[in-house]
């Protein structure tokens, strides 16, 4: 089955800095990358997401990019915030397997 | 559209007790898939559920069950509790493989 590794596991920015995490997986099956993010007591929800016709995808302040070449993929967060503090999961999913790397916690600094 | 639900949201057993979770997907949602969550340890996948079947299963100990009903509602079941069982239990729902939305989660806790 697919096999998601992510880093850091931890990452603590200056508000206003860049936060970059990085995933890589395995199954080359694999077609969708969702990220999600998980406040403190809540829910995870996704954030953004990236198929693999697409190399790069933006929404605001988040981009991802892929590489399938080299199976990984990336969520940048430009002009952090406080309120960007949280968990942050990557995914991988070959249409009906979906697996979740360990998780990101980031910690924004005012 | 109501969201995902699960029920109950708390539980608290003993060791060698069983346990029956339940989540009721998004309507129209097909899909469910269940996680165990533990401090550091991310989302561990549990299995996933399409039409009443068991799709895909994570690697979890043949004490943890689940099934899928006719109205895509679902039921997962750990039997033989042990104390490393305690955690946030998350379900999610799809339509077609794509986004998650996840539930609440039931918070388990073995004493």
């Known amino acids: 089955g697919e096999n998601v590794e992510q880093h850091p596991s931890t990452l603590s920015v200056q508000e206003g800095d860049s936060a970059v995490i990085k995933c890589t997986y395995s199954?080359?099956?694999?077609?969708?990358f969702p990220w999600y993010k998980q406040e403190l007591g809540k829910r995870p929800q996704l954030i953004i997401d990236?198929?693999?016709?697409?190399g790069e995808k933006k929404d605001q302040r988040i981009a991802v990019t892929l590489n399938k070449t080299a199976k990984h993929f990336s969520l940048h967060i430009t002009e952090t915030q406080p309120e960007d503090s949280a968990v942050y999961f990557c995914?991988?999913?070959?249409?009906?397997?979906?697996?979740f790397g360990a998780g990101t916690r980031l910690t924004v600094k005012p | 559209k109501a969201g995902v639900t699960q029920t109950p949201r708390y539980l608290i057993k003993t060791r060698g007790q069983q346990v029956t979770l339940s989540c009721s997907p998004i309507?129209?949602?097909?899909?469910v898939s269940w996680y165990q969550q533990t401090p550091g340890q991310g989302l561990q996948f549990l299995f996933e559920?399409?039409?009443?079947?068991?799709?895909n299963k994570g690697n979890f100990p043949g004490r943890f069950s689940g099934r899928q009903f006719s109205n895509s509602r679902s039921e997962m079941n750990v039997s033989t509790l042990e104390l490393g069982d305690s955690a946030l239990y998350l379900c999610?729902?799809?339509?077609?493989?794509?986004?998650?939305?996840f539930g609440p989660g039931t918070r388990l806790t073995v004493l």
């Open positions: 999610a729902s799809s339509a077609a493989g794509d986004e998650q939305f």
């Open positions: 199954d080359s099956a694999s077609n969708y």
């Open positions: 990236i198929r693999s016709n697409v």
């Open positions: 995914a991988a999913s070959n249409n009906n397997d979906m697996r």
């Open positions: 309507s129209g949602h097909r899909s």
């Open positions: 559920y399409f039409s009443e079947t068991q799709r």
